[in-house]
């Protein structure tokens, strides 16, 4: 019988357990024939920025490179097609199962049903098993069954629970001769064609993840707790892409960390993207609504001004270099420093007063390394509505944190070319330079100090009153 697996944000055939799983039902079963499925949402497709556009289709044609041409890829209109496109291709195989890697978003969660529900009617099972993270949102919990919403001892929980050890694609001998076949019971309509330009040629894949992966422990691993903070250098392993798309398992880097410092950071960083998927897991609505109800009552901008300043943040043009350096960067690659996500963000919602919504959305359509649970709880907690224990009252000052996280001013001068003849940090202040805007840079869109103390204005309007003093 042929088994049909569903990839789904886990395109990569080692340290897959799901799909290790379909290869030896078709095993047991004596067909050894798989069906390797991706299903697009064309119309989610197109509303993707050119840069997410080409990163997924340049995930999906290096994943068919490494299954010899073997991916099965069908299309369907909308998401609510979804279901009827894989079912179509289950009827075509004839077989009785699908399995796919089990996704613990909220929208995961949801399509997962509806093709469960969808399959079920024809008479078909879904399987689902194992995650995208090392330890499955859920797991780690409070001595007293509740969930974690603080990081470090989730952290602490997270180490001591643990995880398997990676798993190579039983699809293929020790020589590495493959041991099943890949068929295509059903026209494969392959990667979806972009509609739009990307500045970048997007690099993808296990095997170029894992490459990035080698490359990164040689350079910077050792380093890291010291260069991963700096935006001017290549501190940190731009492995982010190939985690969101699944093209490598965080269980695979967990493996080879030691206790040496840089490792431990570096799992550290691993596991707010595990803490985050646990967070979202729990509480569902935090995908696009305030972890703490309370912040939607604050007093935010709205109307012609509020969209202007908007529209000057997504375009870089906001004044503030080291701001406009980090909106360049996520135009121009799809990828933004972890530092300046958190200056970008905290200038969105501190400085010029709009929902953190607004900002995750922009950098939901433009991030290749998109992930609901770290994009939506990365904007929480730096909005100060999220995870953070002592949250809102810090706002990033984009000056001081440019001076110290691109002291050379490299950083903004390369993303930032209205700035490239001023020397050194003095790129971040550019009003104190002589000639600092002779090439057309615009002035600040408003003034840091005092919207830093009209945002603490407006929290003191929505802190919670004292408790009564109980009565004599
Ligand atoms: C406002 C905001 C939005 C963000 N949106 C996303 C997103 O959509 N997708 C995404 O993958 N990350 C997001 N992050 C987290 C972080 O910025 C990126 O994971 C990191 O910059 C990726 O670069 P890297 O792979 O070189 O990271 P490295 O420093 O090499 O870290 C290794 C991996 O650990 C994980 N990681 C590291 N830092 C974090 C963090 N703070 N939170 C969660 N996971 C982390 C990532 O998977 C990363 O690839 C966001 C952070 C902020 C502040």
Known sequence: MTTVFWFTRDLRLNDNPALNRAVLDSQVSGSNKVVGLYAVDLQAFHELSGIRQHSLTASLNALNASMDGGLLVRHADSVTELPRAIGEVVRAAGAERVIATRGFDPASVELQNKVGHYLASIGVKLFLEDSIYAVSPGTVRKPDGTPYKVYTPFYKGWMALGWHKPSPFNGVDASGMPTMSWVKPIDDLGAPLPTKESPIVVKAGEAYALRSWERFKKRALNNYSDDRNRADLSGTSHLSHALAHGEIHPRTLLAELGDQP?????????????????????????????????????????????????????????????????????????????????????????????????????????????????????????????????????????????????????????????????????????????????HGYPVPIVDHAAERDESLKRLEEIKLPKPALPQK
């Not at 709205?302 to 529209?311: N, P, S």
């Not at 080291?322 to 960067?329: F, P």
């Not at 953190?356 to 649970?373: H, I, N, S, V, Y």
């Open 262 to 438: 840089g490792h431990e950071v570096f799992r550290k960083e691993i596991a707010w993207r595990e803490f985050y998927g646990d967070v979202l897991w729990h509480h569902p609505y935090s995908a696009t609504d305030y972890l703490e109800p309370r912040f939607s009552k604050m007093r935010f901008d709205e109307g012609a001004l509020a969209e202007e300043r908007l529209a000057a943040w997504k375009a870089g043009k906001t004044g503030y270099p080291m701001v406009d350096a980090g909106m360049r960067q996520l135009a121009t690659t799809g990828w933004m420093h972890n530092r300046v996500r958190m200056i970008v963000a905290s200038f969105l919602v501190k400085d010029l007063h709009l929902e953190w919504q607004a900002g995750a959305d922009w950098f939901e359509e433009c991030l290749t390394d998109f992930d609901p649970a770290s994009n939506a709880h990365g904007w929480q907690w730096t909005a100060g509505c999220g995870t953070d224990a002592s949250p809102y009252y810090r706002v990033f000052n984009p000056v001081l944190q440019g001076i110290k996280f691109d002291p050379r001013g490299d950083y903004v001068r390369k993303y930032v070319p209205e700035l490239a003849h001023i020397w050194g940090a003095q790129v971040h202040e550019p009003w104190d330079i002589i000639g600092g805007y002779a």
